[in-house]
Nanobody
Framework: QVQLVESGGGLVQAGGSLRLSCAAS????????MGWFRQAPGKEREFVAV????????SYADSVKGRFTISRDNAKNTVYLRMNNVKPEDTAVYYC???????????????WGQGTQVTVSS
Protein backbone atom coordinates (compact mmCIF):
# COMPACT_ATOMS: atom_id res chain seq x y z
CA GLN A 1 0.00 0.00 0.00
CA VAL A 2 1.12 3.55 -0.73
CA GLN A 3 0.19 6.72 1.12
CA LEU A 4 0.55 10.00 -0.74
CA VAL A 5 0.76 13.53 0.65
CA GLU A 6 0.75 16.56 -1.63
CA SER A 7 2.17 19.98 -0.79
CA GLY A 8 3.13 23.21 -2.49
CA GLY A 9 -0.25 24.54 -3.50
CA GLY A 10 -1.30 28.12 -2.95
CA LEU A 11 -2.26 31.39 -4.58
CA VAL A 12 -0.26 32.53 -7.61
CA GLN A 13 -0.75 35.25 -10.19
CA ALA A 14 -1.36 34.41 -13.82
CA GLY A 15 1.94 33.94 -15.61
CA GLY A 16 3.67 32.85 -12.44
CA SER A 17 5.10 29.50 -11.38
CA LEU A 18 4.50 26.92 -8.70
CA ARG A 19 5.97 23.54 -7.82
CA LEU A 20 3.85 20.83 -6.30
CA SER A 21 5.37 17.91 -4.44
CA CYS A 22 3.93 14.54 -3.54
CA ALA A 23 5.68 12.44 -0.91
CA ALA A 24 4.99 8.71 -0.85
CA SER A 25 5.34 6.30 2.02
CA UNK A 26 6.48 2.71 1.67
CA UNK A 27 9.33 0.98 -0.09
CA UNK A 28 7.51 0.31 -3.36
CA UNK A 29 7.33 3.84 -4.78
CA UNK A 30 9.45 2.90 -7.79
CA UNK A 31 6.99 0.13 -8.64
CA UNK A 32 4.35 2.66 -9.63
CA UNK A 33 3.86 5.10 -12.42
CA MET A 34 2.86 8.41 -10.86
CA GLY A 35 0.27 10.82 -12.12
CA TRP A 36 -1.12 14.25 -11.38
CA PHE A 37 -4.79 15.01 -11.76
CA ARG A 38 -6.86 18.08 -11.00
CA GLN A 39 -10.46 18.88 -10.21
CA ALA A 40 -12.05 22.29 -10.54
CA PRO A 41 -15.33 23.16 -8.79
CA GLY A 42 -18.27 21.59 -10.57
CA LYS A 43 -16.06 19.64 -12.94
CA GLU A 44 -14.85 16.06 -13.15
CA ARG A 45 -11.35 15.08 -12.11
CA GLU A 46 -9.05 15.26 -15.11
CA PHE A 47 -5.65 13.93 -16.08
CA VAL A 48 -2.73 16.38 -16.03
CA ALA A 49 0.50 14.38 -16.35
CA VAL A 50 2.04 10.96 -15.77
CA UNK A 51 5.59 9.72 -15.39
CA UNK A 52 6.77 6.13 -15.74
CA UNK A 53 8.39 4.12 -12.95
CA UNK A 54 11.95 5.06 -13.83
CA UNK A 55 11.13 8.44 -15.36
CA UNK A 56 11.88 7.18 -18.85
CA UNK A 57 8.64 8.52 -20.28
CA UNK A 58 6.12 11.24 -19.53
CA SER A 59 2.79 12.27 -20.94
CA TYR A 60 0.74 15.45 -20.56
CA ALA A 61 -2.75 16.73 -21.15
CA ASP A 62 -2.87 19.08 -24.13
CA SER A 63 -4.00 21.91 -21.88
CA VAL A 64 -0.73 21.89 -19.91
CA LYS A 65 1.76 20.67 -22.50
CA GLY A 66 4.73 23.01 -22.73
CA ARG A 67 3.89 24.69 -19.41
CA PHE A 68 3.95 21.89 -16.83
CA THR A 69 6.73 19.38 -16.15
CA ILE A 70 6.39 16.19 -14.14
CA SER A 71 9.45 14.62 -12.55
CA ARG A 72 10.26 12.14 -9.81
CA ASP A 73 13.05 11.25 -7.42
CA ASN A 74 12.79 7.58 -6.49
CA ALA A 75 15.49 7.95 -3.83
CA LYS A 76 13.26 10.49 -2.06
CA ASN A 77 9.94 8.76 -2.84
CA THR A 78 8.70 12.03 -4.29
CA VAL A 79 7.03 13.16 -7.48
CA TYR A 80 6.87 16.79 -8.57
CA LEU A 81 4.80 18.96 -10.85
CA ARG A 82 6.43 22.15 -12.00
CA MET A 83 3.80 24.61 -13.22
CA ASN A 84 4.99 27.53 -15.34
CA ASN A 85 3.03 30.31 -17.00
CA VAL A 86 -0.05 29.36 -15.02
CA LYS A 87 -3.49 30.53 -16.14
CA PRO A 88 -6.72 31.16 -14.21
CA GLU A 89 -8.15 28.00 -15.78
CA ASP A 90 -5.46 26.01 -13.97
CA THR A 91 -7.25 26.75 -10.70
CA ALA A 92 -8.20 23.41 -9.12
CA VAL A 93 -7.41 20.93 -6.42
CA TYR A 94 -4.40 18.94 -7.60
CA TYR A 95 -4.02 15.28 -6.70
CA CYS A 96 -1.14 12.90 -7.11
CA UNK A 97 -1.87 9.24 -7.67
CA UNK A 98 -0.07 5.92 -8.11
CA UNK A 99 -0.78 3.40 -10.84
CA UNK A 100 0.58 0.05 -11.95
CA UNK A 101 -0.54 0.64 -15.51
CA UNK A 102 0.56 4.25 -16.02
CA UNK A 103 -2.46 5.03 -18.14
CA UNK A 104 -4.31 8.34 -18.02
CA UNK A 105 -7.73 7.36 -16.75
CA UNK A 106 -8.87 8.14 -13.22
CA UNK A 107 -9.88 4.51 -12.75
CA UNK A 108 -6.38 3.34 -13.66
CA UNK A 109 -4.98 4.69 -10.39
CA UNK A 110 -4.95 2.72 -7.18
CA UNK A 111 -3.81 5.23 -4.58
CA TRP A 112 -4.58 8.93 -4.19
CA GLY A 113 -3.41 11.81 -2.06
CA GLN A 114 -5.73 14.22 -0.30
CA GLY A 115 -5.10 17.03 -2.78
CA THR A 116 -3.63 20.52 -2.64
CA GLN A 117 -5.42 23.68 -3.75
CA VAL A 118 -3.95 25.81 -6.52
CA THR A 119 -5.59 29.16 -7.19
CA VAL A 120 -4.47 31.35 -10.07
CA SER A 121 -5.52 34.99 -9.97
CA SER A 122 -5.90 37.04 -13.13
Amino acid sequence: QVQLVESGGGLVQAGGSLRLSCAASGRTFSSYAMGWFRQAPGKEREFVAVISRRAVSTSYADSVKGRFTISRDNAKNTVYLRMNNVKPEDTAVYYCAASYSGRVGVNDYDYWGQGTQVTVSS
